[in-house]
């Protein structure tokens, strides 16, 4: 219909029907130029904050009884913050929002004055001709009825994009490394992987230089070092989760590149610092994605060492609650192991996977850990020197080189 107005248009007048497309496209691009700017910057100014916010949020509820015990002038720093925190995220909303309904405003009143404009300018040339002036006037009201609403429609998306243009950037920054251009060619671990000069910088910040190392098939070894000293980062290398800017990794001397990167990853068995359990039952935790095999979920249960505890609640349908609510730290962590386990890896990394435990609690799950581990690879990124007692080497790493 809009199509067949706009035909209309130009056969009433085609001249005034062109100027008057011209007018009108000029001043959205002029409008949707300068105003995306400001929201974009705007944009920029919510991620930074909401991002902020949400950190709040999560140190708040994640140690309220540490917050309720702390003084009264403490308890005021932190609402303070807070509050500014939230309030800085209304005022970038509240921009948002105004520099989003400034276009319909503007464009409205620049559709007014156009037609006021053309009134004017059919009432000079053609004086009193209303039986002339009078259709091609409301053919023109019409059009703009009709076409206005699309055209806001269309700048509000467009600014709506500008607006989460940053927190479209981050995703992209994460999703940069994605598996889009990895293949899938197998490459088997029966030996040893060899870091051959390997160096990593990150934003041009030298995180590891020269890294040379060899991991024997079945070897249990753990880096140490201080916090920040590139330990995760080198694991994360050795794991495919990074690649490296320099030298070169070798599994069994078939170098580890975009090719059979997919494949290697498929043969880690990682477990975290933090643990993360989704709202859902300890199978759906577990298999993560992958095929419900009955058989292989009870022998991980078993070697995580939490299956006779499940047995006394639902099995493997018990809910564990959002973030694992309805576990212990040390239950949570056996969920863990049992899905590092669950796709039968060849080497297990354990990211500090113990240090948020207690003494003894701890003790257990590396024995188990070692058990478990006795025909696999076994990384350990160790946090306390207690868990690596089990270890064939120690690696420390000191001045973004091994020592």
Same mark, same amino acid.
């Given at each position: ?9 130009l ?7 062109l ?17 995306s ?17 949400y ?6 509820f ?32 509240a921009?948002?929002?105004f520099l ?8 409205e009143?620049?559709?007014?004055? &156009?037609?006021?404009? &053309? ?5 000079y040339?053609k ?11 409301? #053919?023109?009201?019409l059009?703009?009825?009709? #076409? ?9 998306e ?16 994460? #999703? ?5 251009n990895?293949?899938?060619?197998n ?12 160096g ?7 995180? #590891? ?28 290398l050795?794991?495919?989760?990074h ?41 759906d935790?577990?298999c993560?994605?992958k095929?419900l095999?009955?058989?292989l ?22 809910l ?9 730290g ?5 969920v863990?192991?049992?899905?590092a &386990? ?5 080497v ?6 113990t ?28 946090h ?20």
């Amino acid at each position: 219909l809009t199509v067949f107005i706009y035909i209309l248009m130009l056969i009433a007048s085609w001249k005034i029907t062109l100027i008057f497309t011209a007018i009108l496209i000029l001043k959205i691009l002029f409008l949707t130029h300068s105003i995306s700017k400001r929201i974009k910057v705007v944009g920029k100014v919510r991620a930074s904050v909401q991002a902020k916010l949400y950190e709040i949020i999560n140190r708040i509820f994640g140690n309220f009884e540490h917050v309720k015990l702390q003084d009264k002038d403490r308890l005021q720093d932190i609402e303070s913050n807070f509050s500014t925190t939230v309030n800085k995220y209304a005022k970038a909303n509240a921009s948002y929002n105004f520099l989003n309904d400034f276009p319909r405003l503007f464009i409205e009143t620049s559709g007014f004055s &156009l037609i006021v404009l &053309l009134l004017v300018v059919l009432l000079y040339f053609k004086q009193s001709n209303i039986a002339y002036i009078l259709p091609i006037l409301s #053919l023109f009201v019409l059009a703009l009825y009709r #076409l206005l609403p699309s055209i806001n429609r269309i700048v509000n998306e467009y600014n709506g994009l500008m607006y989460y243009h940053k927190s479209i950037d981050i995703i992209d920054e994460e #999703l940069r490394t994605t598996q889009e251009n990895l293949k899938d060619e197998n490459i088997h671990f029966n030996y040893k992987i060899e870091l051959t000069n390997v160096g990593f910088h990150y934003q041009e910040k030298t995180v #590891l230089s020269d890294i040379n190392l060899t991991i024997n098939k079945g070897e249990k070894i753990a880096f140490i070092g201080e916090s920040g000293s590139g330990k995760s980062t080198l694991v994360n290398l050795i794991i495919g989760l990074h690649q490296q800017n320099q030298g070169e990794i070798k599994i069994d001397d078939i170098v580890l590149d975009e090719s059979n990167l997919q494949n290697w990853r498929s043969q880690i068995g990682y477990i975290p610092q933090q643990v993360y359990l989704f709202d859902g039952t300890i199978a759906d935790n577990i298999c993560f994605g992958k095929k419900l095999e009955g058989a292989l979920l009870e022998k991980v249960l078993k070697q995580a060492n939490i299956f006779d505890f499940l047995q006394t609640k639902a099995g493997i349908d018990t809910l564990v609650g959002e973030g694992g609510i309805q576990l212990s730290g040390g239950q949570k962590q056996r969920v863990a192991i049992a899905r590092a &386990l669950y796709g039968e890896p060849e080497v297990l990394v354990l990211d500090e996977a113990t240090s948020a435990l207690d003494d003894e609690t701890e003790q257990k799950i590396m024995n188990e850990i070692y058990k478990i581990s006795q025909n696999k690879t076994l990384i350990i990124i160790a946090h306390r020197l207690s868990t690596i007692k089990g270890c064939n080497k120690v690696f420390e790493i000191k001045d973004k080189k091994i020592t």
